[in-house]
Each structure stands twice: as C-alpha cells, then as structure tokens.
C-alpha cells in the first residue's frame, strides 16, 4: 500500500466512525416505536410487553389469598425482578428519549408524559410498600401494577389513532359532556322536589338524588333506588328516554373521529381503499353501420 492509499484510509476512518450510529441511538431504535422502522414491533420492545403483561398476572394473582398464601417468597422474588427489569428498561427509555427530535432534547420532557409518571408512581409507591406491606399503599401497589396495562398502548397505532381522534372532536365530546351534566343535574332536581318527602333517604338532597339519576341517564337502572310517587314516576320515565340518546351522541362522535383518524392515516402511508376508486364504464361496442338490429350483421346484406 503507498503512502498516498495510508493518508486516504486514515482520513477516511473519522468520518466512517463520525457516522456509525451510538449506542444511545441504536438502543433507541429499537426502544422507540417512533423511531423504529421495521415491520411491527422490535424484539426488544416485545419483550418489554411480555414482561409488562407477566408483571400484571403476578399482581392479580397475588390479590388471590389462595393462590398467595404460602408462596409469599415466591411472589416476592418475582415482583423484585420484574419490577428491577422495568426500571431499568424505563431508565433506558429515559436516557434515549434525547434522539427523539420530538421531545426538543430534552429529558424532562419525556419523563412528563403520562406513561412515564405511571411508571414512575408505580415504582415509588411499590418500594413504599416495604414500609407498610398492609394496608392502603400495598393495595394502590396492587393497583398501579395493574395499571401497567396501559404501557402497552405506546406500542400500539390503534391507541395513537383512538388519541388523535378524540383530540381532534374534543369541542364536540366536551358538548355532549357539558350537555350530560345538565341533564344529570336537572333530573337530580326534580327527583328532589318530587320524592324528597316520599323519600328522605334516597331523594332527601339532590346529592343523593344525583345517583339515582346517574343509574337511569346511563341506562343501567341498578333498581335499589326508585320514584314511588306519580310524579315521580313520569319524571323518571322521561330520564330514562332521554339517556337513551345520551348514551348514543358521545359514542356516535367517537365512532366517526376514530373513522376519519384511520382513514386520513391510510392515506398518509399510500392506502388506497378499493371502495373509493370509481368504476369505469364498459367500453361500448362499435355497431357495424349496414347490420341490421334485428337479424344481426350476417342478414344484413342481401345475396
């Protein structure tokens, strides 16, 4: 190799090393469902889900005392490893969040999320828990564990696009949420002033009114609590009625915003929907001017 092929490979090395990706940015890759570009989910982060799903069944069965008595070292053991796993995965995710141009550089940022502060609480509140293994901390332990589920969603394009669409009819959601609360209210006023003096107990303040009133609106009618007198009687079949539609505006607006987010996101990545592509006429066939239209071109022409 001559001197002037030396110079060139050691100038070359820098830039070769300059563009070879870090540690943090490949760990990112594959931590990162934003930043990941295969097909689904990386092994990495399917393994993150595995141990989030395992972490939940070990917290519902420890709420078990037949499957828990007995195998308290057990379940103590595997709760330890588990949870050092997902903090050690969440201090990844931390440490990485910095490629991701869409936290600005900034880990604080990332760390603000509501899935991040989830994880965060449930790790505080279950080392807090050895300070009180009985009582209310060890059963919101319980709890935020189970609330892990909701981890798994950062993974998934179905929750990002349910996201998208309920931010995008916000105003129309926080219509049928403030039309909601009237109703709730009203019928909760009316209860009171019909059967207030019936039924001290039940209707005797529109506080306690308000739960009857959320049984009937919702349409569930739980049937421990209900108007015996006439008026009341009418009153609460018109809440019933009237919880009915109720009901049906918020979910019909979901049903549509989710409808829209999805379609706008085939869209963006080149789907096209078969249903939406018009269908062309048949070409016509051209008619051959000396045919005859009842005996066809062979009797067209005389002999």
């Not at 990706?21 to 570009?37: E, N």
């Not at 141009?101 to 604080?108: A, F, K, M, Q, Y």
């Not at 989830?118 to 505080?124: C, I, Q, R």
């Not at 309920?166 to 002033?193: I, K």
Request: hydrophobic content about 50%; overall charge negative.
């Amino acid at each position: 190799m001559s001197a002037g092929d030396r110079k060139r490979g050691a100038a070359d090395r820098p830039a070769a090393s300059a563009a070879a990706p870090t540690l943090r940015a490949r760990l990112a890759h594959h931590l990162d469902p934003r930043l990941w570009d295969g097909p689904g989910l990386s092994g990495l982060n399917m393994a993150v889900v595995g141990l989030i799903l395992l972490s939940i069944l070990v917290a519902v069965l420890g709420t078990e005392p037949a499957v828990y008595d007995g195998h308290e070292t057990a379940f103590l053991v595997v709760e330890i490893s588990l949870t050092s796993l997902l903090v050690l995965e969440y201090s990844a995710r931390v440490w990485c969040s910095v490629e991701n141009p869409i936290w600005g550089g900034s880990r604080l940022r990332f760390m603000m999320t509501p899935v991040a502060l989830l994880d965060l609480a449930t790790v505080v509140v279950i080392l807090a828990t050895a300070f009180d293994s009985e009582g209310f901390l060890m059963r919101l332990a319980m709890l935020l564990r189970v609330l892990r589920l909701a981890r798994v969603g950062r993974f998934s394009l179905a929750f990002d696009t349910l996201v998208e669409a309920v931010s995008r009819r916000s105003m129309e959601l926080g219509l049928s949420v403030g039309v909601s609360a009237g109703l709730l209210l009203l019928s909760s006023a009316a209860m009171y002033l019909v059967e207030a003096e019936t039924q001290p107990e039940a209707f005797g303040s529109i506080p306690r009114a308000m739960w009857w009133s959320v049984a009937t609106l919702t349409t569930v009618g739980y049937g421990d609590v209900y108007p015996v007198t006439v008026a009341g009687r009418l009153f609460a079949a018109l809440t019933a009625v009237t919880g009915i539609g109720l009901i049906a505006m918020p979910t019909g607006i979901l049903a549509s915003a989710f409808s829209d987010a999805f379609q706008a996101r085939r869209e963006a990545a080149g789907v096209v929907d078969p249903a939406a592509i018009p269908n062309e006429p048949a070409a016509e066939t051209p008619v051959d001017q000396g045919a005859d239209p009842a005996t066809g071109p062979d009797r067209a022409t005389g002999p």
